[in-house]
């Protein structure tokens, strides 16, 4: 892929950069308000996060191919092709020990708003973007925007729809400028704070 002059260099992410990868998502998602109301004990909450997101990328995200980061692991995009947005019960099932290591007595919580979610995706097929994050001290330097145009440009190219879930209303300009729309709001069972879903049209 052709990097803009001076961009950061996006490459796909394999097994190896997981900790990595991890670690930068558990940064950028400290303050997030689904992560901050699942993970309400700010001490702990970093090592959790890292637990979570290493669950996350071994047991669905890195084995699609379709997770893009830096040559520098400060940031991430996981993504999942059409038909592979939705984690099977299976492979929460293989990864449930790990994923309750990771959310203690907030995996009921989380699973409940996991579930949510996952009922409320368009069923029409689509690129979906699980998570996009930059570590807090590299924010605000093009690396989300850079991230996101691998799987952009094969919706484009493919002529198919991608879709997301924006847990910062602060991040819906963001999306905006890469062509997301909201398409409404979802609120989080057992008093979750709002998400807001946005659908983007392939160009």
Known sequence: MQQPPGGPEVVVAGAGQRRGISSALADAFF???VM??????????TRRLERLFATLLRGH???????????AVDAAALWAPPGRGIIPTS?????G???????????????RAL???EQLHPKEPHWYLGVLGT?????GKGIGSALLQPALERCDSDAVPAYLESSKHA???FYRHHGFEVTGEIQLPLGGPVVWPMWRQPR
């Open 31 to 33: 303050d997030d308000p």
């Open 36 to 45: 901050s109301w699942i993970l309400d004990d700010d001490a702990s909450r």
């Open 61 to 71: 995200y890195l084995p699609l191919g379709t997770v893009w980061t830096t040559r």
């Open 91 to 95: 492979r929460v099932l293989r990864n």
């Open 97 to 111: 020990l790990s994923m309750l290591h990771a959310l203690g007595s907030r995996a009921y919580v989380a699973l």
């Open 115 to 117: 579930t949510h979610v």
């Open 135 to 139: 570590r807090t001290a590299q924010q």
């Open 171 to 173: 991040n819906i300009a």
